[in-house]
């Protein structure tokens, strides 16, 4: 077991997702800001699907809220692919568990309908 996975399983605990939207083309009134919220994941098993599942639909519900997503909006695209997607990809990157990694991969979209329950 390598420092680092070790270390994210141990000592960090939680995640803190970070996001700067620099989307001038979506003409937000208020200037881009840094957003950040944090992910307790301390109550789950990440060696486990269902420990994985839910610290996944946690990164994206904590995505969504940093990015100001809202799915009618007709900015909703572009905020989810400059904003939640990477916004995503950092904290499954960083809290590095193979199983989280792996659900990751096989979605393309902020939402996991097959794991809502």
């Known amino acids: ?5 070790c270390k994210s399983r141990h000592h960090l605990r939680s995640l803190t997702l970070f996001a700067v939207c620099f989307l001038g ?3 937000w009134a208020d200037p ?16 486990t699907p269902a420990g994985a599942a839910k610290l996944y639909r946690r990164i994206q519900a904590a ?8 799915p ?4 909703a695209p572009t905020v ?6 990477p916004t995503v ?5 960083k809290v590095s568990s193979p199983l989280l990694t792996e659900l ?3 979605h393309s979209s902020p939402v996991v309908t097959a794991l809502n329950k």
Do not use: I
């Open 80 to 85: 989810w692919h400059y904003c939640v997607l």
């Open 32 to 47: 881009p800001a840094t957003r950040s919220v944090e992910v307790g994941f301390r109550d789950l098993d990440l060696n």
């Open 25 to 27: 083309t979506l003409a």
């Open 63 to 70: 995505a969504r809220t940093v990015c100001q997503y809202e």
């Open 72 to 75: 009618t909006s007709p900015k």
């Open 1 to 5: 077991m390598n420092a680092l996975r």
């Open 104 to 106: 990751h991969s096989g």
């Open 89 to 93: 990809n950092a904290a499954v990157a």
